[in-house]
């Protein structure tokens, strides 16, 4: 499974950007899909997860009520639209997938080298 992630870019503190993920394959339906992030100097760090199939959703604290992630069977890809952003959600955003099974709860607690394919990352940059 091949994944592309697009959407990143520089917006104002308040702004809002829509990442996508777009899968090679379409079984990835029966996949669990994430997005992670990855400041300088941190840890990559889970930030929403999604079950395609069932679309169950699991979110970090730090995003709940802000972040969505959605998911279109049909074409492919994942979304995570982010509102009212924060200068300190600026990093390198990365979607993954895996074939684990569990719900989105269960994806949340899951490790960044346990997940089976990662697409490249696409910068969010948030002034204040």
């Known amino acids: 499974v091949q994944l592309q992630a697009s959407g990143g870019g520089l917006v104002q503190a308040g702004g809002s950007l829509r990442l996508s993920c777009a899968a090679s394959?379409?079984?990835?339906?029966?996949?669990?899909m994430a997005w992670f992030r990855q400041a300088p100097g941190k840890e990559r760090e889970f930030v929403a997860g999604?079950?395609?199939?069932?679309?169950?959703?699991a979110y970090a604290d730090s995003v709940k009520g802000r972040f969505t992630i959605s998911g279109d069977a049909v074409r492919g890809v994942v979304y995570l639209q982010m509102n009212s952003l924060k200068p300190e959600d600026t990093a390198v955003y990365y979607c993954?997938?895996?074939?684990?099974?569990?719900?989105?709860?269960?994806?949340?607690?899951?490790?960044?080298?346990?997940?089976?394919?990662w697409g490249q990352g696409t910068q969010v940059t948030v002034s204040s």
């Open positions: 394959t379409p079984t990835f339906i029966s996949y669990g």
């Open positions: 993954a997938a895996t074939k684990r099974l569990g719900d989105a709860q269960t994806l949340a607690t899951v490790a960044p080298d346990e997940w089976d394919y």
């Open positions: 999604r079950r395609v199939q069932s679309g169950t959703t």
